[in-house]
């Protein structure tokens, strides 16, 4: 910890460091929580993991371009309490960047949220306002001057996921494509491939935006106030142009799911509709100045596409040999994948609801 107190030192902070802790669970950066002497604000130290996000000038311009505007739009409608509700990045000392680059490795710093609430699920309340909240960030960068760059190019692709689960499968790095449950799951996600890949069909046809979007809405990615409202919206490293089915899809992904996405209890895998019409009518609530009938009309299919995409992903790690998600044991990405599939299954059984949901918003 003596490194990363130093690496904390050298940005322009208040205060004095007094300790630096592991904080919440990412699986891509490692974050830390700075605690500083009485008075003083804390702050989130994070190492970027840019063996992922390889262009981090180009990620921390868009994270700033993007938390500016957020700001502007409180202060122009008089909100209080700004420094909550969008992330402060403070930078290194005599430095114009909001990152530092020490020995190979880029760290950044913001100001730590203090009071805040993080959950890694939802009840039907929190969904409800986390909706609200997706909506209206959506909403509040319609007018964003200037473009974002994508900090992972074509990251929400389904084709493009497809085609790397087909070469991990052709390279077998890791000796795992002829386990019988493989062959099983690979087959399964075939079957679905050409339904899924939609969104990238409707979009060459020019019926479909991209906006940006956040592309990352997990329920660790957003912090509580005491009344489960969303106070505010972190981890911004994905923010970027993409379809509205990322931020309604991930979230729900995470918060409909009855269990965790690694739980091994795969029979208690089920898609909560309570969860997705809170979500949905919340989402509906804030995003009516710009969504788009097509949008809309699809909002079942993003229920479907996010477990399923994210499964194909958990399951190429896992045929490649684990190089890019953290895991804790040898079959986690398996037994995620597992979980996945299980839940893309529950939420296509429940495909004629949703739609007549949507239907009747
Ligand atoms: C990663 O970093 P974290 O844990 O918020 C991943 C998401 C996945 C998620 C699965 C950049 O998010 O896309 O949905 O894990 N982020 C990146 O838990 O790949
Ligand atoms: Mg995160």
Not at 68 to 78: C, D, T, V
Not at 223 to 239: Q, R, Y
Request: one cysteine or more; a negative charge.
């Amino acid at each position: 910890m003596e490194q990363l107190i130093d690496i904390a030192r050298k940005f322009d902070i208040k205060g004095e460091v007094v300790e630096v802790k592991p904080l919440g669970n990412g699986l891509i950066n490692d974050t830390f929580r700075v605690v500083t002497t009485d008075g003083y604000p804390d702050y989130v130290l994070q190492r970027i993991n840019n063996a992922i996000f390889k262009d981090v000038e180009l990620l921390q311009n868009n994270i700033e371009a993007v938390t500016r505007h957020i700001r502007k739009k409180l202060e122009a409608a008089h909100t209080d309490d700004i420094d909550r509700k969008v992330l402060t990045y403070v930078h290194p000392k005599g430095s114009d960047k909001t990152y530092l680059l020490e020995e190979g490795k880029y760290w950044r710093v913001s100001v730590f949220i203090h009071d805040a609430i993080t959950r890694e699920t939802a009840d039907e309340a929190n969904s409800y306002f986390a909706g609200r909240a997706f909506g209206n960030f959506e909403a509040m960068l319609t007018d964003l001057p200037g473009k974002l760059g994508e900090t992972i190019p074509d990251f929400h692709n389904m084709e493009l996921r497809s085609r790397q689960l087909k070469e991990a499968v052709a390279g077998d790095a890791a000796g795992r494509v002829s386990e019988p449950e493989i062959q099983q799951i690979l087959s399964d996600v075939a079957k679905y491939d050409a339904q899924m890949c939609k969104a990238e069909r409707l979009y060459r046809e020019g019926t479909l935006p991209k906006r940006i979007c956040h592309c990352d809405t997990k329920v660790n990615n957003m912090l509580f106030d005491d009344k489960g409202n969303i106070l505010c919206v972190i981890d911004l490293d994905t923010v970027m142009p993409g379809f509205v089915f990322s931020d309604i899809g991930d979230f729900l992904r995470n918060a409909a799911n009855t269990v965790a996405e690694d739980s091994p209890e795969i029979d208690k895998v089920a898609f909560k509709m309570e969860t997705f019409k809170a979500f949905v009518k919340g989402y509906l609530e804030s995003a009516s100045s710009f969504i788009t009938p097509v949008e809309k009309e699809n909002i079942p299919y993003a229920a479907l596409l996010f477990p399923y995409m994210q499964a194909v992903r958990f399951l190429t790690d896992y045929i490649n040999g684990d190089t890019y998600y953290k895991i804790k044991y040898p079959e986690h990405n398996l037994v995620r994948t597992r979980n996945q599939m299980a839940l893309f299954h529950s939420a296509l059984s429940h495909v004629d609801e949703m739609a007549a949901y949507v239907e009747s918003l």
